[in-house]
T-cell receptor, first 114, second 108 residues
């Protein structure tokens, strides 16, 4: 009974490199959400996706950040040309299409930019 | 706008004590939920509680939607209860809006 899977759990990147974070939703879930948690803060919404569709990206920074959820495979959050301020924990959540208020979270990916 | 406010920001207890955490939310917030982030960073769903009262072991939660607040009760606290407790709600869209959390430390 696998929950939401995220990998890698820890990622270290140098400034200017690209970071790719992956999220596999719970079985039977078709909706994926990405949240970011900066140190000592609560979680902030970034983007909401269904298969092959971005539904709400109102929380995504305008530049360098992109997300996708292809027909096959995990959802990917991509950060290009990372900067120190991108260091954070990135959480993915998933929900069933009929229970979108009930989101289950993965263990997170902790990104450190050196 | 959507607002979710939690109090207190920090709480230190001795093992065995009881505690109450509060979450106030604005008119546009619904589908209130409580989460526990353990010291390893994992987020665990505690309660989905848009209104009423629910109990799960030593934890219970009450939401009074008409007065826009929710309470999380922890009885007979244990060291494993340590971590950060978040409340979150939705405001007309699927995205969850989180409060800043209450950091709970339970000492042995």
């Amino acid at each position: 009974n696998a929950g939401v899977m995220q990998n890698p759990r820890h990622l270290v990147r140098r400034r200017g490199q690209e970071a790719r974070l992956r999220c596999s939703p719970m079985k039977g879930h078709s909706h994926v959400y990405w949240y970011r948690q900066l140190p000592e803060e609560g979680l902030k919404f970034m983007v909401y996706l269904q298969k092959e569709n971005i539904i709400d990206e109102s929380g995504m920074p305008k530049e360098r950040f992109s997300a996708e959820f292809p027909k096959e495979g995990p959802s990917i959050l991509r950060i290009q040309q990372v900067v120190r301020g991108d260091s954070a924990a990135y959480f993915c959540a998933s929900s069933h299409r009929d229970l979108r208020y009930e989101q289950y979270f993965g263990p997170g990916t902790r990104l450190t930019v050196t | 706008g959507i607002q979710v406010e939690q109090s207190p920001p920090d709480l230190i207890l001795q093992e065995g004590a009881n505690s109450t955490l509060r979450c106030n939310f604005s008119d546009s917030v619904n589908n209130l939920q409580w989460f526990h982030q353990n010291p390893w960073g994992q987020l665990i769903n505690l309660f989905y509680i848009p209104s009423g009262t629910k109990q799960n072991g030593r934890l219970s939660a009450t939401t009074v939607a008409t007065e826009r607040y929710s309470l999380l009760y922890i009885s007979s606290s244990q060291t494993t209860d340590s971590g950060v407790y978040f409340c979150a709600g939705q405001g007309g869209s699927e995205k969850l809006v989180f409060g800043k959390g209450t950091k709970l430390t339970v000492n042995p």
